[in-house]
């Protein structure tokens, strides 16, 4: 029976989870799948690498089934194939000061975790409520903390500071960044097919639903454009992005909102939904022809050459440009307007590669190296996983999981 290690990425209602097969030292994904609608109509599906369903139920409207049922399931009724747990690898989304690399759970790391809710309402607390669930249920069962801030950890303190008074910066109130492990995990990528700009200086545009982008020199994060929050930097699926922060005591004094109402409008109701008042999904955009659409991508576009060129500075040069997630992944369009946007900077975008997507997009000649990479935060987790559980640290050596497909 091979050995395997479970991911689980646990939101507001819902629990995702990835399993990796422990395949002559590699890892495999072996399953996939999530449980939805956890306290209003909970439903689970699993699926194998294929896609084929492993295991599928649905428990009907009314019925609360909470994170702890859905671990309940997934880990003693699902049926994902014969494998031995040996550990479980948890995307928490913030780490704080403390927490520069990925960490073995116990109660005390609990504890210190559970310190950093404040700092993100949204997220911490369903994370910990996995861990949590499963302490109680499966003590033996090795945990581990991988977290979304570590990678930016050791940007240079201009970059993380706000120019705050002293006593509100001491209160964490700084920047810490957030998409770090698909960071990590383009940089492992990049040290496999492109050893120049993985030495060199890259901005990694990881475009999805949540959006940001990272300079990272020698394959280090020294700038990203999410700060506090992961609501700042570029405009997202339904979040504003970067905001005058007189726009919130504009919100709150004249238009009579509270901060619930606030969250709301930045968190749900801004970004592409907001702009085009038609969606928030990119393909939907782009299909369109309403006025509102065109608004919102070329707001979109903007935002992100914006943030290039700062980037480009804080690095003081750029080598190299990956995109990544769902939109840098799949967008054909949108790359093919930020390489041309990005044209001062070197970049020479080569029309054929782009419209196959890739891996390399640049010309021979481009003095800046353009690629399309797709993100695997799971496998990232995975391995950060199985290397606390050894002891050890992750290192470019694992770069061997990585997709070869892209050598
Ligand atoms: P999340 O942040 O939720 O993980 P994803 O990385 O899955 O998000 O990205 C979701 C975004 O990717 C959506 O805006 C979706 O429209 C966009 N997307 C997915 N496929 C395509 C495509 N073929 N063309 C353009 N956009 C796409």
Same mark, same amino acid.
Not at 289 to 303: M, N, Q, S, V, Y
């Given at each position: 029976?091979?050995?395997?290690?479970?991911?689980? %990425?646990?939101?507001?209602?819902?629990?995702?989870?990835?399993?990796?097969?422990?395949?002559?030292?590699?890892?495999?994904?072996?399953?996939?799948?999530?449980?939805?609608?956890?306290?209003? #109509?909970?439903?689970?599906?699993?699926?194998?690498?294929?896609?084929?369903?492993?295991?599928?139920?649905?428990?009907?409207?009314?019925?609360?089934?909470?994170?702890?049922?859905?671990?309940?399931? =997934?880990?003693?009724? /699902? +049926?994902?194939? +014969?494998?031995?747990?040996?550990?479980? &690898?948890?995307?928490?989304?913030?780490?704080?000061? !403390?927490?520069?690399?990925?960490?073995?759970? +116990?109660?005390?790391?609990?504890?210190?975790?559970?310190?950093?809710?404040? =700092?993100?309402?949204?997220?911490?607390?369903?994370?910990?409520?996995?861990?949590?669930?499963? =302490?109680?249920?499966?003590?033996?069962?090795?945990?581990?903390?991988?977290?979304?801030?570590?990678?930016?950890?050791?940007?240079?303190?201009?970059?993380?500071?706000? /120019?705050?008074?002293?006593?509100?910066?001491?209160?964490?109130?700084?920047?810490?960044?957030?998409?770090?492990?698909?960071?990590?995990?383009?940089?492992?990528?990049?040290?496999?097919?492109?050893?120049? *700009?993985?030495?060199?200086?890259?901005?990694?545009?990881?475009?999805?639903?949540?959006?940001?982008?990272? /300079?990272?020199?020698?394959?280090?994060?020294?700038?990203?454009?999410?700060?506090?929050?992961?609501?700042?930097?570029?405009?997202?699926?339904?979040?504003?992005?970067?905001?005058? #922060? &007189?726009?919130?005591?504009?919100?709150?004094?004249?238009?009579?909102?509270?901060?619930?109402?606030?969250? +709301?409008?930045?968190?749900?109701?801004?970004?592409?939904?907001?702009?085009? &008042? @038609?969606?928030?999904? !990119?393909?939907? =955009?782009?299909?369109? $022809?309403?006025?509102?659409?065109?608004?919102?991508?070329?707001?979109?576009?903007?935002?992100?050459?914006?943030?290039?060129?700062?980037?480009?500075?804080?690095?003081?040069?750029?080598?190299? !440009?990956?995109? $990544?997630?769902?939109?840098?992944?799949?967008?054909? !369009?949108?790359?093919?307007?930020?390489?041309? *946007?990005?044209?001062?900077?070197?970049?020479?975008?080569?029309?054929?590669?782009?419209?196959?997507?890739?891996?390399? @997009? #640049?010309?021979?000649?481009?003095?800046?190296?353009?690629?399309?990479?797709?993100?695997?935060?799971?496998?990232?987790?995975?391995?950060?996983?199985?290397?606390?559980?050894?002891?050890?640290?992750? $290192?470019?050596?694992?770069?061997?999981?990585? %997709?070869? &497909?892209?050598?």
């Amino acid at each position: 029976m091979a050995d395997a290690i479970a991911v689980l %990425n646990a939101g507001s209602s819902s629990l995702k989870f990835s399993l990796f097969g422990i395949v002559g030292g590699a890892l495999e994904l072996t399953a996939r799948g999530q449980a939805e609608g956890l306290y209003t #109509s909970p439903r689970f599906v699993a699926r194998d690498r294929d896609g084929k369903i492993l295991d599928a139920k649905d428990w009907g409207d009314g019925v609360k089934l909470g994170h702890e049922g859905a671990l309940y399931y =997934l880990f003693s009724h /699902a +049926d994902l194939g +014969d494998q031995r747990l040996i550990g479980v &690898g948890h995307r928490v989304v913030h780490g704080g000061l !403390m927490f520069d690399r990925s960490v073995r759970i +116990d109660a005390s790391v609990l504890a210190a975790l559970e310190k950093y809710v404040p =700092l993100a309402p949204l997220h911490q607390p369903h994370n910990l409520a996995s861990i949590r669930a499963l =302490l109680i249920s499966a003590p033996q069962l090795p945990q581990v903390a991988c977290f979304d801030t570590a990678f930016h950890r050791d940007q240079p303190e201009v970059e993380q500071a706000f /120019a705050l008074p002293r006593a509100i910066t001491e209160k964490g109130v700084r920047r810490y960044g957030f998409h770090g492990l698909s960071y990590e995990y383009i940089t492992q990528v990049l040290s496999v097919c492109d050893r120049r *700009a993985a030495q060199g200086k890259t901005v990694i545009m990881h475009l999805g639903n949540g959006a940001s982008m990272c /300079a990272v020199a020698n394959g280090r994060s020294v700038a990203s454009t999410m700060g506090f929050t992961a609501v700042d930097g570029l405009p997202m699926g339904t979040r504003c992005g970067a905001l005058d #922060s &007189g726009v919130l005591l504009y919100l709150m004094d004249e238009l009579g909102m509270d901060a619930r109402a606030i969250e +709301d409008t930045l968190y749900r109701q801004s970004g592409l939904l907001g702009v085009s &008042g @038609i969606s928030s999904d !990119m393909r939907v =955009l782009e299909a369109s $022809t309403e006025p509102g659409a065109k608004a919102a991508i070329d707001l979109f576009i903007h935002r992100i050459g914006r943030e290039l060129g700062g980037l480009a500075a804080a690095l003081g040069g750029l080598d190299a !440009m990956v995109f $990544t997630a769902g939109i840098g992944e799949n967008s054909a !369009m949108l790359r093919e307007r930020v390489c041309r *946007a990005a044209g001062w900077l070197g970049v020479e975008l080569d029309l054929e590669a782009n419209h196959a997507g890739g891996p390399r @997009i #640049s010309t021979a000649e481009s003095r800046v190296a353009v690629w399309v990479i797709p993100t695997n935060e799971e496998l990232m987790i995975a391995q950060h996983t199985r290397a606390v559980l050894a002891g050890d640290q992750v $290192t470019m050596a694992m770069a061997a999981d990585v %997709n070869p &497909g892209l050598q």
